[in-house]
């Protein structure tokens, strides 16, 4: 699917392979903003960079790198995100349970699906599941599109996901000691 190369998706972005430090790693820049500030001497432009990093088995990270140019913002970005990396609970293929969370004006809708589905998701909600390693879920995304919320939603929905063997056996054993 992801090769060393550099490869171009469908949708324009572009999604690699680490082959610097850790080839296991896989990057993906979800949404690159030009900043534009007015100051006494005229405008600053500067950039930001939304990116995704992933093992493709249950752990991923994003951040949002600033810098005056694009490769530097998208550099300092993958370096924060491989800093923020979290581990997100799957089954198999796809998620536990169905989760839903909002953030700021984004809500995100996840599903867990039948093996052989796919990702059913766009742009962003795509991006982090796919850099997590889940290869079967259902997605909608409600309120605003906004690629950054979009992105920090999905993240903070993975983050709520349990496994429930692991959450009956706790609170059968909390009853027990109670």
Do not use: C
């Not at 006494?40 to 990093?53: C, E, P």
């Not at 599109?145 to 993240?155: F, G, Y």
């Amino acid at each position: 699917m992801v090769t060393n190369a550099r490869q171009s998706d469908r949708r324009g972005g572009s999604r690699r392979r680490d082959d610097s430090e850790d080839s296991a790693f896989i990057e993906q820049v979800v949404k690159i903003r030009r900043v534009s500030k007015t100051v006494k001497g005229g405008r600053n432009l500067t950039f930001n960079a939304m990116v995704v990093v992933g093992d493709g088995a249950g752990s991923v990270g994003i951040a949002l790198g600033k810098a005056g140019a694009v490769p530097d913002a998208v550099r300092q970005g993958t370096a924060n995100a491989r800093k923020s990396m979290v581990s997100v609970t799957l089954r198999d293929t796809t998620i536990p349970h169905a989760v839903t969370y909002r953030f700021s004006g984004s809500s995100v809708l996840l599903k867990p699906a039948a093996p052989g589905t796919g990702v059913i998701a766009g742009g962003g909600v795509r991006a982090v599941l796919e850099a997590a390693g889940v290869k079967d879920v259902l997605t909608k995304t409600f309120g605003s599109t906004n690629s950054i919320n979009v992105v920090k939603a999905t993240l903070e929905a993975l983050k709520q996901l349990r496994d429930p063997q692991t959450v009956i056996a706790r609170r059968k054993a909390a009853t027990v000691h109670a």
